[in-house]
């Protein structure tokens, strides 16, 4: 067990970072009119994800491309959710509208794949998720799907749960 104050050396840290799959969805030029011209940045969303069950999801934005990167990755791991899984699929259907976004997800037969859409796809497969189908609904924005097919994978609940 680790000491919670002890500092990481180069391969402890290599190794705690290498559990988790990182996808960059988003890469953004943002620019911002000031007085002395545009100041121009990037946004970078980034979606974390350990393939047993949790995943997060993170916003960077910064001037250079890689520390965009290395904060959207930080947050994303810091707010991590606990998707509640039936084997290598989800207990049952749920559509949830967040925004514009609207995401329906069901439960597939095992060997069914993950049938979805890039953005539900990319959250579905750092989440652990081995079969699954979607359909987005709404809006095309990736940010925004990603986000609301968060919002569904928070909102599962077992079949333990529901019984008690």
Do not use: C, W
């Not at 011209?37 to 969303?45: A, P």
């Not at 606990?82 to 207990?91: D, H, Q, W």
């Not at 049938?115 to 809006?139: C, F, M, N, P, Q």
Request: positive net charge; charged residues 25%; glycine residues 10%.
């Amino acid at each position: 067990m680790m000491q919670p104050n002890r500092r990481l050396n180069n391969k402890e840290s290599n190794n705690l970072e290498s559990e988790f799959f990182e996808k960059v969805v988003q890469v953004n030029r943002v620019s911002k009119k000031t007085k002395g011209g545009d100041k121009r940045s990037l946004s970078v969303l980034v979606v974390v994800g350990d393939k047993k069950g949790q995943v997060g999801v993170g916003l960077g934005k910064a001037a250079e491309v890689q520390a965009a990167v290395r904060k959207a990755t930080s947050y994303a791991k810091k707010h991590l959710i606990k998707v509640s899984l039936k084997g290598r699929t989800i207990p049952h259907s749920i559509l949830v509208k967040s925004g514009a976004a609207k995401v329906l997800l069901k439960p597939a037969p095992v060997g069914t794949g993950v049938i979805a859409g890039g953005a539900v796809r990319v959250v579905a497969e750092a989440a652990g998720i081995h079969d699954i189908v979607s359909k987005i609904l709404g809006t095309k924005n990736q940010a925004s799907n990603i986000y609301a097919t968060l919002e569904a994978l928070s909102k599962l609940k077992h079949l333990k749960e529901e019984k008690a």
